[in-house]
């Protein structure tokens, strides 16, 4: 009997093995991970991170850049193809959020059109001025506008989550910008330097190499945890929280990888549990390079993806409906 009852033990445990290992989501060719700005950009560095990231665990990928149409090429393009893993999106605001409510053209997706993987870290807005610009912070900047409204040029890269500026502006009394719409962060860095615009909205990760090395100024955030953000920084720097004064303009920026609705949920659990381990592992390298990059908060689950993108969602129909 104890005979019969360890061979049933180790036939099931085999069993059992087998299904477990059938589950196992070993990728058979290229994972493309599809960035909607073009090189160099906060976006494209994340995802060249989580490229490498699969290729030191054995499965290979590449990172495909298709910039264009406010996301709307990248975003038809996962939306469109095979739910089988080997198309994943960086996506981040405007995709799923801003270009829905407002309706951009070109798109022939919805919010089902995506499974959200796992989140992959949270930033933070700043209001930059280029080093020319007569103003050291908010206040001046608020009395210059005013002064100026032919000055106010914002340079932005997303036409449908610019227009929550529209409604930052409205409220703080101040003429209505004239938004310049670039392609990504690195063009409007280039231009914001070289003073070719004079002001912008952009994220720390994309400002905070050039701020800490005095090419540009920071003037305010869109939440407080840009104002910790930008203080690693420079201690001394004098920061408004535009949300405190401008709740409708307190939005601030998430990145997510997703894949094309349907994606089998061992496949998605497979990417999810890898970047997890990754993020919370004894080995701190990614942690640490997005924590130097101003992104935190790495990792979760797919409902905390869903939630962060809901989040803009409603701010964006809110703003619609005032």
């Known amino acids: 009997m104890k005979l019969l009852f360890k061979v049933v033990f180790v036939i099931s445990a085999l069993f059992f093995g087998m299904i477990s290992g059938a589950w196992a989501w070993t990728p ?164 914001v330097m070289g003073e070719h615009v004079t002001f912008a909205i952009d994220t720390v990760t994309s400002v905070r190499q050039h701020y800490a090395a005095n090419k540009l100024k920071v003037i305010g955030t869109l939440d407080p945890e840009g104002v910790r953000l930008i203080r690693a920084i420079n201690p001394q720097a004098q920061i408004t929280d535009i949300s405190r004064l401008v709740p409708a303009a307190g939005i601030n920026l998430y990145y997510g990888l997703f894949a094309p609705a349907s994606l089998d949920s061992n496949i998605a659990k497979a990417i999810q549990d890898l970047l997890n381990n990754t993020f919370t592992g004894s080995d701190q390298t990614y942690r640490n390079a997005l924590s130097e990059s101003s992104i935190v908060n790495p990792g979760g689950n797919s409902a905390l993806l869903r939630q962060r993108q809901t989040y803009l969602h409603n701010q964006f129909a809110k703003s619609v409906k005032r």
């Open 28 to 191: 058979s060719k290229n994972i493309e991970i599809v960035v909607p700005f073009p090189p160099g950009g906060a976006t494209d560095k994340l995802g060249r991170m989580i490229s490498e990231i699969f290729n030191r665990h054995g499965w290979n990928s590449v990172v495909s850049n298709r910039p264009g149409a406010d996301t709307v090429i990248a975003s038809n393009y996962v939306a469109e193809a095979p739910a089988d893993g080997y198309t994943l999106y960086l996506g981040s605001n405007g995709f799923i959020d801003a270009n829905l409510v407002y309706g951009a053209p070109g798109i022939k997706y919805t919010q089902d059109s995506f499974t959200p993987i796992v989140p992959l870290g949270t930033g933070s807005f700043v209001l930059v001025a280029s080093n020319g610009a007569p103003v050291t912070n908010y206040a001046e900047f608020k009395t210059y506008i005013r002064n100026n409204p032919n000055k106010f040029v914002l340079g932005f890269w997303n036409t449908y989550t610019s227009k929550i500026f529209l409604e930052w502006a409205r409220l703080e009394g101040l003429p209505e910008p004239n938004i310049i719409i670039y392609k990504g962060s690195a063009p409007l860095m280039v231009d």
